[in-house]
């Protein structure tokens, strides 16, 4: 299985990135997908997940900024993110679970993460 995450960047606060994340090897319609982040120093947190469906959850912190959403044909899964803040900043992985969950230790798979940036 792999996922490769793709689309990090340098960016200043206020600015959009979308981050992609394509999948291999896997039942694509068995897994929900989801994105994490880890900045320096801190946990991993989550960020975002999709079922298969289309159904989503978002971490407090970006609800209304960012938009997850994956094209099931093309095993591929996007977060937009919009009025990126400093604390924004992290390595972005994307993950898959067979489950509906947002703790790290229930997902089976991870990418190898992509770097964001945000400036002030």
């Known amino acids: 299985v792999q996922l490769q995450a793709s689309g990090g960047g340098l960016v200043q606060a206020g600015d959009s990135l979308k981050l992609s994340c394509a999948a291999s090897g896997l039942t694509f319609a068995d897994y929900a997908m989801a994105w994490f982040r880890q900045a320096p120093g801190k946990e991993r947190e989550f960020v975002s997940v999709?079922?298969?469906?289309?159904?989503?959850y978002y971490a407090d912190s970006v609800k209304g900024r960012f938009t997850i959403t994956r094209e099931n044909a093309k095993n591929t899964v996007e977060l937009q993110m919009h009025n990126l803040k400093p604390e924004d900043t992290a390595m972005y992985y994307c993950?898959?679970?067979?489950?509906?969950?947002?703790?790290?230790?229930?997902?089976?798979?991870w990418g190898q993460g992509t770097q964001v940036t945000v400036s002030s």
């Open positions: 993950a898959a679970t067979t489950g509906w969950v947002t703790a790290d230790h229930y997902y089976d798979y």
């Open positions: 999709i079922s298969w469906g289309g159904r989503t």
